[in-house]
T-cell receptor, first 115, second 115 residues
Framework: AQSVTQPDIHITVSEGASLELRCNYS??????LFWYVQSPGQGLQLLLK??????LVQGIKGFEAEFKRSQSSFNLRKPSVHWSDAAEYFC?????????????FGKGTHLIIQP | DARVTQTPRHKVTEMGQEVTMRCQPI?????VFWYRQTMMQGLELLAY????????DSGMPKDRFSAEMPDATLATLKIQPSEPRDSAVYFC?????????????FGAGTRLSVL
């Protein structure tokens, strides 16, 4: 069965600093990978996705992620964070390859932005 | 701006009472998912439908939970009888028919508290 590990429960970053959130997955075939963001009291919003092709994918709000098959990783990055980026971030892998049969989520990383 | 609508947003009830949560998927989406979010377990897939037919409800406690899609614009999740351990945020998500990419769009959730 597929699984997702987000090793960092909390991360604190100063405003304007760079950010990297870690995600490791376990899946037997080529995975479909997603990053979602959840603001307090809100639903999840898709930041970006990887299906195939270029291993560096661009998303909304200036985020990017890199798929590394050899490391089973899909880390999320942003060169300069803004206070509005404070939220919970979830990495997910699609069931049976894609996401059409549901997603398995990591436990999330809570991002705190220091002024 | 198309979005998934969930009602109610908040529900407080007493143990043993029936709870019904409703979801209006994005028009034209043929797949609907129910997820539950708790501090301990994170986000878990409970059940999902495609073209209104239930495909997998293995994530749901069968004795008290039931999910239905009476029509293409309404999905329901019922708990009867409710228990304190059911306290969680329940998310509905919908997705278009382009298997296997399966991008999902989430509602804002129903926060359930069972006393």
């Amino acid at each position: 069965a597929q699984s997702v590990t987000q090793p960092d429960i909390h991360i604190t970053v100063s405003e304007g600093a760079s950010l990297e959130l870690r995600c490791n997955y376990s899946y037997g075939a080529t995975p479909y990978l997603f990053w979602y963001v959840q603001s307090p009291g809100q639903g999840l919003q898709l930041l970006l996705k990887y299906f195939s092709g270029d291993t560096l994918v661009q998303g909304i709000k200036g985020f990017e992620a890199e798929f590394k098959r050899s490391q089973s990783s899909f880390n999320l990055r942003k060169p300069s964070v803004h206070w509005s980026d404070a939220a919970e971030y979830f990495c997910a892998v699609g069931h049976s390859g894609g996401g059409a049969d549901g997603l398995t989520f990591g436990k999330g990383t809570h991002l705190i932005i220091q002024p | 701006d198309a979005r998934v609508t969930q009602t109610p947003r908040h529900k407080v009830t007493e143990m043993g009472q029936e709870v019904t949560m409703r979801c209006q998927p994005i028009l034209g989406h043929n797949t609907v998912f129910w997820y539950r979010q708790t501090m301990m377990q994170g986000l878990e897939l409970l059940a999902y439908f495609r073209n209104r037919a239930p495909l997998d409800d293995s994530g749901m406690p069968k004795d008290r939970f039931s999910a239905e899609m009476p029509d293409a614009t309404l999905a329901t999740l019922k708990i009867q009888p409710s228990e304190p351990r059911d306290s969680a945020v329940y998310f509905c998500a919908s997705g278009p028919s382009d298997f296997p990419t399966g991008i999902q769009y989430f509602g804002a959730g129903t926060r359930l508290s069972v006393l």
